[in-house]
C-alpha cells in the first residue's frame, strides 16, 4: 500500500472510531459491543498471522508482551467504552489526544529519558490547561458527563503506561502478531465481562455495522497501518495525526449524531493541541533562542 494511502487511512479511522463506539453501544450495552468486536478483531488477526505466515512465539517473553499488552488494552478499552455513555463522542478523541504527553511522562519515570525541556513542559501545562477547560465543561454539559473525562483520562494513561512497557521490552515480533497477542489476553477478559451483563435479545443493524467496523477497521487493520506509517514516516509527521483527528472527530459526531459543540470545548481543544503542537515541534521555535540569550544577559 502506498505510504499516503495508508496515512490518510489512518486519520480517517481515528476520526471515526469514537463516533462508532458510541454507535456500537446502541441497543447491546456497551460491554456486548467491545466484547464482540474483540472476537472478531483477535479472529481476522490470527487469520492474518496465518495467511501471511507471521511468526507468534508463544516462549515466555513473548507472553510476557503479550500480557503487558493485553491487561492494559482491557482496562483502557473498557474505559473508553463506559465513557462513551456520558460524554459525545468528539470528546473522546479531544482528551485521547494526550496520549504522547503522559506516554513521555512515562518515558522520563520508566526508561529514564531525559525529553522534558522548557518547551516541553509549557506544552504539558498548556494541553493539561485545555483538559481542565474540557473538565469544567463537562460540570455544566449534563449529569455525570464528567464521569466520562474522568474515563478517558484514566484509559490514555493506561495506554501511555502500556506503550511504555512495550517498548521497555523491545518486542522483536511483528506488529501484527504483538496486536493478536495482546487481543488472545484480552479478548477473554472482554466476553466474562459482557456475559456477567448479560447478552442482548437483539442486535441493531446499526450497532452491528460499527462493531464490524471497529474489529475490522480499527482493531484488526488500523493498528498494522500506524506502524508501518511509524517505519516509513519521520516520527514527527505521524504525530500530526494526533492534531488532525481531535478536529474532524468533533466535526464528524456534530455532523453525524447532533453533538453540541460548545465555545468552551472549541478553547480546550485549541489549548491541547497548541501544547501538543509546542511539545512536539517547540525546538523550532524562533523564541527558544531569543530566551537562552535573555538567561544569559547579566542583571
Known amino acids: 500500500m502506498p505510504i499516503s494511502a495508508a496515512y490518510l487511512t489512518v486519520i480517517i479511522i481515528w476520526s471515526t472510531t469514537p463516533l462508532a463506539i458510541n454507535w456500537s453501544s446502541e441497543g447491546v450495552g456497551y460491554e456486548f459491543g467491545a466484547a464482540l468486536r474483540m472476537v472478531i478483531g483477535l479472529s481476522v488477526l490470527l487469520l492474518i498471522v496465518r495467511l501471511w505466515r507471521l511468526p507468534m512465539p508463544m516462549d515466555k517473553q513473548s507472553f510476557k508482551v503479550y500480557l503487558v499488552g493485553g491487561i492494559p488494552l482491557f482496562f483502557a478499552m473498557s474505559c473508553i467504552y463506559w465513557s462513551a455513555q456520558y460524554i459525545p463522542s468528539g470528546w473522546i478523541s479531544v482528551?485521547?489526544?494526550?496520549?504522547?504527553?503522559?506516554?513521555?511522562l512515562f518515558a522520563a519515570i520508566l526508561l529514564h529519558e531525559k525529553s522534558f525541556t522548557a518547551g516541553r513542559s509549557i506544552g504539558m501545562l498548556l494541553g493539561l490547561g485545555g483538559l481542565i477547560i474540557v473538565f469544567a465543561e463537562s460540570l455544566s454539559f449534563e449529569q455525570k458527563a464528567w464521569w466520562g473525562v474522568a474515563g478517558v483520562c484514566f484509559s490514555s494513561i493506561v495506554h501511555s503506561m502500556s506503550s511504555v512497557l512495550l517498548k521497555k521490552l523491545n518486542p522483536t515480533i511483528p506488529s501484527v502478531s504483538v496486536t493478536a497477542g495482546s487481543l488472545m489476553i484480552a479478548t477473554p477478559l472482554f466476553v466474562l465481562n459482557s456475559l456477567n451483563h448479560g447478552l442482548p435479545e437483539n442486535i441493531p443493524m446499526q450497532s452491528l455495522s460499527a462493531i464490524v467496523y471497529l474489529a475490522i477497521m480499527g482493531s484488526a487493520l488500523g493498528f498494522p497501518l500506524y506502524f508501518y506509517c511509524l517505519k516509513k514516516l519521520h516520527a514527527e509527521r505521524v504525530a500530526l495525526i494526533t492534531f488532525i483527528t481531535p478536529v474532524s472527530a468533533l466535526l464528524l459526531g456534530n455532523w453525524l449524531n447532533n453533538e453540541l459543540i460548545t465555545q468552551q470545548i472549541w478553547?480546550?481543544?485549541?489549548?491541547i493541541l497548541a501544547g501538543l503542537s509546542i511539545y512536539e515541534y517547540g525546538k523550532y521555535l524562533p523564541w527558544k533562542k531569543g530566551w537562552i540569550r535573555w538567561k544569559q544577559t547579566p542583571l
Do not use: D, E
Open 95 to 104: 482528551i485521547f489526544g494526550l496520549t504522547p504527553l503522559f506516554t513521555s
Open 267 to 271: 478553547i480546550g481543544t485549541a489549548c
